[in-house]
Structure formats: structure tokens, C-alpha cells
């Protein structure tokens, strides 16, 4: 479960034994699968990240959370809440009109999709918040933080962790309100971050990200 490609960092020693013994001690649903809580980091090991979206904790709803910060599985039904609203920044930054919901495209190009917290119990938002995972965080901010990368930091707890951890001048960090719709329209829409993203990667001569799906 643990992966491959990231397991050197301390946390998988130093903390990952005290939060599954918390996450086992639970009494109802946990999302993600547990098959599925470090699925961003086995699609995207640290030498394929280029491009960083941080985010909060999980959906808290049956079916909807499949690991990939902000994705849904195919086949989901019900309201799409953050990623609706971040599919109407896409559309109006890039003109792209995207309807698949599942994110690992993305990921497969390398944008590493976490969140702070990598749980949530069904029904209970932030209730893993204090959990520990801000732990695991650090550590994989920490382990890229020597190459540039772009990292879009949405939310207060994304940027907390970020500013702590991040030193290196030559990133690209684009920080604004979170697409929830509870706050998106306090600094979210308008912030045109995939158009930036992709201009910031062609300067460097990177191929941009292929957004839209």
C-alpha cells in the first residue's frame, strides 16, 4: 500500500502506523478505498511532478473521492461541487470545455492532485484535518522542493503547509481561495491558473498540460 517511489520519506516510518491504527479504530465509511488513500503519490513519483495542486480533504460522500484531489470516479451522479467550479475556471481561463470527471490524466502528466488530509470519514468534512497527514505534506513538498516546479495552492491549509515547507525561489506558486462553492468566489474564479501554469512550463520549454478531456 505504501508507494514504492515515495516510501524513504520519514513519515511512512514516524507516523503512517499511528494513523492507520486511527483510521482501523473508525466507526463508519472512510473515504477514499483505502486501496485508493495514496493514489496520487503512486501515479506520480517525485521525479515526474511538474506541477503541484494542493488542496483540503477528500469528498466526504459514497462514491465520490477516488484519491486524486478534486476527482470523481466516471459514472458519479451526484453534484460536482469543487470540480464544477473548477471546470468553469477552466472554461473561462482556456475556453476548454471538460465533462470527464476523473482526474488522472492529469496526473499522468505529471500534476501531482493532493490534498492536506488524505481521509475523511462519510459525512464529517475536515474531521481528519488534525490526523497527521500535514506530516506526509511536509515531506513530499520538502522532497521536490530543489527542482522548480508550479504549485497551485488552493486554500488555507494548502498554503500554511506550503510556506513552510517551500524554499525554493524558482517555483511558481499560485495561491488563492479554494474552489469549494463556499468560497470560490472570494479569489478562485478569475485566477486564470491553468493558462499560467501552462505559460510558466513553456517558458521553461516544458510541454504544457492538456487540460481539457
Known amino acids: 500500500m505504501i508507494p514504492g517511489a515515495w516510501a524513504h520519506l520519514p513519515f511512512f516510518k514516524r507516523d503512517w502506523p499511528r494513523i492507520d491504527a486511527a483510521l482501523a479504530g473508525e466507526d463508519g465509511p472512510v473515504y477514499p478505498p483505502r486501496d485508493r488513500i495514496f493514489a496520487a503519490l503512486d501515479t506520480c513519483p517525485p521525479e515526474d511532478v511538474r506541477v503541484v495542486i494542493l488542496g483540503q480533504d477528500p469528498y466526504h460522500t459514497a462514491g465520490k473521492a477516488d484519491g486524486l484531489a478534486f476527482s470523481i470516479p466516471h459514472g458519479f451522479t451526484g453534484r460536482l461541487d469543487s470540480l464544477g467550479n473548477i471546470f468553469k475556471e477552466l472554461s473561462d481561463d482556456?475556453?476548454?470545455?471538460?465533462?470527464?470527471?476523473?482526474?488522472?490524466d492529469w496526473a499522468c502528466q505529471g500534476v501531482l492532485l493532493m490534498n492536506t488530509a488524505l481521509t475523511v470519514p462519510e459525512g464529517r468534512p475536515k474531521a481528519h484535518a488534525a490526523f497527521g497527514w500535514d506530516t506526509l505534506v511536509a515531506d513530499v513538498l520538502s522532497e521536490i522542493d530543489a527542482k522548480p516546479r508550479a504549485f497551485l495552492l488552493w486554500g488555507g491549509p494548502a498554503q500554511k503547509v506550503a510556506r513552510r515547507c517551500l524554499r525554493n525561489p524558482k517555483h511558481l506558486r499560485i495561491e488563492t481561495a479554494h474552489p469549494s462553492p463556499l468560497s470560490a468566489y472570494r479569489g478562485f474564479f478569475g485566477s486564470r491558473p491553468f493558462s499560467r501554469v501552462n505559460a510558466w512550463l513553456a517558458a521553461r520549454g516544458e510541454a504544457p498540460v492538456a487540460w481539457g478531456g
Do not use: I, M, S
Not at 94 to 104: E, I, N, P, S, V
Open 94 to 104: 482556456l475556453g476548454a470545455t471538460r465533462t470527464r470527471t476523473q482526474l488522472d
